[in-house]
Every structure is written in C-alpha cells, then in structure tokens.
C-alpha cells in the first residue's frame, strides 16, 4: 500500500511481469478516486488480485482475480466487513509466521 497518490502512481508505472498487485477496496471507491493508476494496474503484465466488499463495478473483470469477502455487500454496514477480514488475515499470518520462527 502506497501513500500518498503519486507515490502509487509512480509504483504502479513500474509494474512487471514478476509483480503482484493487491488493490483493497471496499466497494471500487480507489478505481474513481485513482482512474491512471488503476488503467496503469489493469494494463500491466503483473498478477492482480482484487479484494472487495462489492463485485460490481466496471473493472471487476480487468483482475486475474476477485476475492469478495461478503456475500451480500451491504454499503450501510460500511467497511465493517472488510476491516474484519483484514484483521483476521494479519492476525492469522502473524501467528503462523510466529509459530515458524
């Protein structure tokens, strides 16, 4: 994850085929927010991998894949299920890398 928005603007111009790019979005807020750096994304050889709340949105199907964390996005709950599907995946990892060590 890069900030500010020039810094994942510049990072995603670098983009290869050894790369792989993880967008987070709740419900595709970042593809308006960001169109050149996700045209830059889409339009590269890297993997990509979408991970969202909401399914429907015009570049679902530019991703190698899409992860949809709820079944049933519901945009009155907010980001709630996507903030605890990224706790429970850092938790997790945390504790298997821990557990290696």
């Given amino acids: 994850m890069a900030f500010p928005d020039d810094l994942q603007l ?3 111009k670098k983009l290869d085929e050894n790369s792989l790019c993880i967008v ?3 419900y595709g807020t970042f593809f308006s927010k ?25 570049f679902t199907s530019s ?25 429970y995946v850092t938790k997790r ?3 298997l890398l821990d557990s290696k060590l």
């Avoid at 960001?34 to 015009?58: C, D, H, M, R, Y």
């Avoid at 991703?63 to 706790?87: C, Q, R, W, Y």
Wanted: no cysteine; hydrophobic share 40%; net charge negative.
């Fill in 10 to 12: 510049e990072l995603s």
């Fill in 34 to 58: 960001l169109p050149e750096v996700i045209l830059n994304i889409t339009n590269s050889k890297a993997k990509t991998v979408f991970l969202t709340q909401g399914t429907v949105n015009f």
């Fill in 93 to 95: 990892s945390m504790k």
């Fill in 63 to 87: 991703f190698d894949h899409t992860i949809s964390i709820s079944s049933k996005p519901e945009p009155v709950t907010g980001n709630i299920a996507m903030e605890f599907f990224l706790d």
């Fill in 24 to 26: 987070v979005s709740s």
